[in-house]
């Protein structure tokens, strides 16, 4: 378990590099974790072919959910919103290069949850978005 | 009245274990729920064995030993904490179904629209949200008595509060996240010269405290089995005789009534008025054996051997930089420290110390009004038993030192 807070981890945790809030945007979405208040704010540009130009998370939480954010950030700037959709929980455990418990899996997909929620345009973020 | 730990341990065969090969589990989780010892696990698994049977109007054996059981184990509790007799316990499913059977019962026969429930800041959301339905239903006013900085009810204000005479106090007798043991002797007294029925959370207090209900004049008192060495799945409500035999039934169905005709039913009398459907019988037997137990120790020594540790921990707590501790001092509460750590979330305080054994909760413990209060998301939380040692709040300061060392601060 200690292999859960990976360098890679604390370091984005530390220092995100893609912390912030785009304005203008044309995507923009927020959720949260009621269990733990773990909380998560993405706001996207998206160019004239339907890919991602830039993008920003905000937010607070438990170092997982944080670095999870950030690296999810940094992983899809460039990709087409389609790509976007297609991304699940693997993906985000690859990123993180950790496994994770039923518990803790809530924090660090919870910026995929809301930046898929705001790609498809959806009114509220479902964890079916991230199965 | 210093408790030999080393040999309680040993009636706890869950202590022995290890979270992982060489790593022994420290369970600082009490609060949330307590490990079990041998005699309770023993008494359920003995019931099962020999005396299983659905309890009251059956004739043969195995019922009348069941039955017999069942209400020994009422009376024990009654004794426990002082009723004057046992058919004024009621058994519910925990303290949480104790206090909105009396929402429910209480609340819907004698609150009026306008009416005031006077509960406090420090609440656990069992003692919330069924107040939070029933103003909802019959529109009345919930106030709240203020939590100081440090961690106490503000007495001042509950002075103040009462004078718009409440018709319910409801208020927890020591909270599950600050530790704070309120005055509740002052506050029922005050309470009733403001005119008001009082209930008690007792779910804290009730396994940790010599607790007596009629040297604290309380009108209701909720508490649970599985807090206080119990099962899971058994709580206890106590009420006054003149206010449970004037209140409606609270679940219909099996046992609660007196005769049933297809136009309607009489109620039976207490305590079975409340008390629909088979109940948790091998859980009673096993709430009685935890009673025993716990007599076995002493309530006083118990409390003394947790306000001990309450000290030591606080203590050492308060060495570790950037470690800022909610609730009042050592003097004031029962064996619970809900802390932060700078810069590190408090899960994935609690997570890190899992890799090092120590059982803590994070999170807002049920009591998410009380973290809003103080600006938290959340609290990493340890807290007591009578099987607790000072040994263990050594690995628990170990381990946040070495939650400091992963996060690099």
């Not at chain 1, 496994?99 to 790609?119: D, F, H, I, Q, Y």
């Not at chain 2, 540790?309 to 009042?328: N, S």
């Not at chain 2, 939380?381 to 939650?403: C, H, K, M, P, W």
Request: aromatic letters at 6%; hydrophobic letters at 45%; a negative charge.
């Amino acid at each position: 378990m200690e292999d859960l807070y990976r360098e890679i981890i604390i370091d984005r945790y530390k220092s995100p590099h893609y912390r912030g809030h785009l304005e203008p945007h044309d995507i923009a979405f927020a959720d949260s974790n009621p269990l733990c208040g773990d909380h998560i704010e993405i706001t996207v540009r998206v160019d004239e072919n339907g890919r991602i130009a830039d993008a920003r998370f905000d937010g607070k939480g438990c170092a997982i959910s944080q670095a999870s954010a950030d690296l999810l950030i940094e992983s899809v700037i460039g990709k087409s919103l389609e790509e976007v959709k297609r991304l699940n929980k693997q993906d985000v455990l690859d990123l993180l290069g950790i496994e994770l418990g039923p518990v803790r899996l809530k924090c660090a997909l919870l910026s995929l949850k809301v930046l898929k929620a705001g790609v498809y345009g959806l009114g509220e973020a479902s964890d079916d978005l991230v199965e | 009245m210093t408790l030999d730990v080393g040999r309680i341990r040993q009636d706890f065969p869950i202590l022995g274990r290890e979270i992982r090969p060489g790593v022994p589990l420290v369970y600082l989780d009490s609060t949330a729920t307590t490990q079990k010892p041998l005699a309770v696990i023993q008494a359920m698994d003995e019931f099962y064995r020999r005396s299983n049977a659905n309890i009251h109007r059956g004739v043969h054996t195995l019922a009348e030993e069941a039955t017999a059981l069942y209400e020994q184990a009422r009376q024990k509790v009654a004794r426990f904490v002082g009723a004057s007799s046992a058919d004024q316990i009621i058994f519910t499913r925990n303290a949480t179904e104790a206090i909105n059977l009396v929402a429910y019962a209480w609340g819907r026969a004698n609150l009026q629209a306008g009416d005031v429930i006077l509960l406090t800041e420090m609440e656990h959301h069992s003692n919330l949200v069924p107040w939070h339905m029933l103003a909802a239903e019959r529109k009345l006013n919930l106030e709240f008595v203020p939590v100081t900085p440090d961690g106490l009810l503000d007495l001042e204000a509950y002075h103040r509060l009462l004078a718009r005479t409440p018709r319910l106090v409801a208020f927890t007798h020591m909270s599950n996240v600050l530790g704070t043991i309120n005055p509740a002797t002052e506050m029922i007294r005050l309470a009733h010269e403001a005119g008001a029925v009082v209930l008690v959370d007792g779910a804290q207090s009730v396994p940790h405290l010599p607790v007596n209900v009629q040297a604290l004049d309380v009108d209701f008192l909720a508490f649970s089995a599985h807090k206080m060495l119990g099962p899971t799945g058994i709580g206890v409500l106590y009420g006054k005789r003149s206010l449970l035999e004037n209140m409606p039934p609270f679940l219909g169905g099996g046992d609660m009534i007196k005769s049933v005709h297809l136009t309607g039913f009489t109620p039976n009398t207490l305590p079975h008025k409340f008390e629909a459907g088979t109940p948790a019988i091998a859980e009673a037997v096993g709430l009685a054996a935890a009673i025993d137990y716990l007599e076995g120790i002493g309530m006083e020594a118990i409390a003394a051997h947790e306000r001990a540790l309450i000290t030591y921990a606080l203590e050492r707590l308060e060495e570790v930089p950037g470690l800022r501790i909610f609730g009042p001092a050592a003097e004031h509460k029962g064996g619970v420290a809900a802390f932060t750590l700078e810069g590190v979330h408090p899960h994935d305080v609690a997570q890190i110390l899992d890799t090092v054994g120590v059982a803590v909760r994070a999170g807002h413990h049920c009591a998410q009004p009380l973290h809003t209060k103080f600006g938290l998301p959340a609290t990493t939380r340890a807290s007591f038993y009578l099987y607790s040692t000072f040994q263990e709040v050594d690995a628990l300061i170990e381990g946040l030192y070495q939650v400091k060392k992963v996060f690099g601060i």
